[in-house]
T-cell receptor, first 111, second 116 residues
Framework: TQLLEQSPQFLSIQEGENLTVYCNSS?????LQWYRQEPGEGPVLLVT?????EVKKLKRLTFQFGDARKDSSLHITAAQPGDTGLYLCASLNNAGNMLTFGGGTRLMVKP | NAGVMQNPRHLVRRRGQEARLRCSPM?????VYWYRQLPEEGLKFMVY????????ESGMPKERFSAEFPKEGPSILRIQQVVRGDSAAYFC??????????????FGPGTRLTVL
C-alpha cells in the first residue's frame, strides 16, 4: 500500500489569494486522483492524472503530476469562499479496487 | 440519475449495540466499496464487494465487522457490539466496472456513527 503525504494539513487564506497543496509518495503512482470533500458530504472526484508531467486544468484549479509520477500538486488561483473544503489525493491499487487516500489538506477561504 | 445513497445519515448507538449501515449504489453499478473516516484522519479502505461476493476485505477489522451485498437490496455494513472507537464517518462508493485503474468510484454522503 502506498503512503500518501499531503501538505500543508491546514491552510487559511483570504479570498483572492493563490495557493498550492501537495501530495507526495516514495512510490510511483500508476495514476492519481484529487477529491474535494465538503463538511457532511462524501468526496467528489475532481480529476485523475495518469501521465508523468501531465497538467490538467479545471477552471481556476490546475493539477500537475510529477515527471517521475511520485508527486502531484493542486494550484488554486484567486481562491473563493466556495473553494473551502478538504482536498484529498488518492491512488488506486493495481487491481483497481482500492483507493488509498492521503490525510488531506483542509482549506478555508475567508471572504 | 440518483447518486449513491446511504442511510441513515446519522446513527447513534450505545456501547454494545449493533449498527447497520446501508448503501444503495448508483443505478447500473455492481461494485461497492466501504471506507471509514475517523475524526481528523483520511479515508481508509475497508471492503470491496460485488453482488453476493466479498472480493477484498483486507481493510476490515477481524472482529465485530461484516459486510454483504445481496442479490437484491442494498449493501449492508454491520458492526456488532459497537465501542466508542467505532465512532466515525462511514462512506460507501460504487463503480460500474473494476480494474485497470481508470474506473471512477462515486461516493455517497456517508453515515456518521456516534457511539455513546
Amino acid at each position: 500500500t502506498q503512503l500518501l503525504e499531503q501538505s500543508p494539513q491546514f491552510l487559511s487564506i483570504q479570498e483572492g489569494e493563490n495557493l498550492t497543496v501537495y501530495c507526495n509518495s516514495s512510490s510511483v503512482f500508476s495514476s492519481l486522483q484529487w477529491y474535494r470533500q465538503e463538511p457532511g458530504e462524501g468526496p467528489v472526484l475532481l480529476v485523475t492524472v495518469v501521465t508523468g508531467g501531465e497538467v490538467k486544468k479545471l477552471k481556476r484549479l490546475t493539477f500537475q503530476f510529477g515527471d517521475a509520477r511520485k508527486d502531484s500538486s493542486l494550484h488554486i488561483t484567486a481562491a473563493q469562499p466556495g473553494d473551502t473544503g478538504l482536498y484529498l489525493c488518492a491512488s488506486l491499487n493495481n487491481a483497481g479496487n482500492m483507493l488509498t487516500f492521503g490525510g488531506g489538506t483542509r482549506l478555508m477561504v475567508k471572504p | 440519475n440518483a447518486g449513491v445513497m446511504q442511510n441513515p445519515r446519522h446513527l447513534v448507538r450505545r456501547r454494545g449495540q449493533e449498527a447497520r449501515l446501508r448503501c444503495s449504489p448508483m443505478k447500473g453499478h455492481s461494485h461497492v466499496y466501504w471506507y471509514r473516516q475517523l475524526p481528523e484522519e483520511g479515508l481508509k479502505f475497508m471492503v470491496y464487494l460485488q453482488k453476493e461476493n466479498i472480493i477484498d476485505e483486507s481493510g476490515m477489522p477481524k472482529e465485530r465487522f461484516s459486510a454483504e451485498f445481496p442479490k437484491e437490496g442494498p449493501s449492508i455494513l454491520r458492526i456488532q457490539q459497537v465501542v466508542r472507537g467505532d465512532s466515525a464517518a462511514y462512506f460507501c462508493a460504487s463503480s460500474s466496472t473494476s480494474g485497470g485503474g481508470t474506473d471512477t468510484q462515486y461516493f455517497g454522503p456517508g453515515t456518521r456513527l456516534t457511539v455513546l
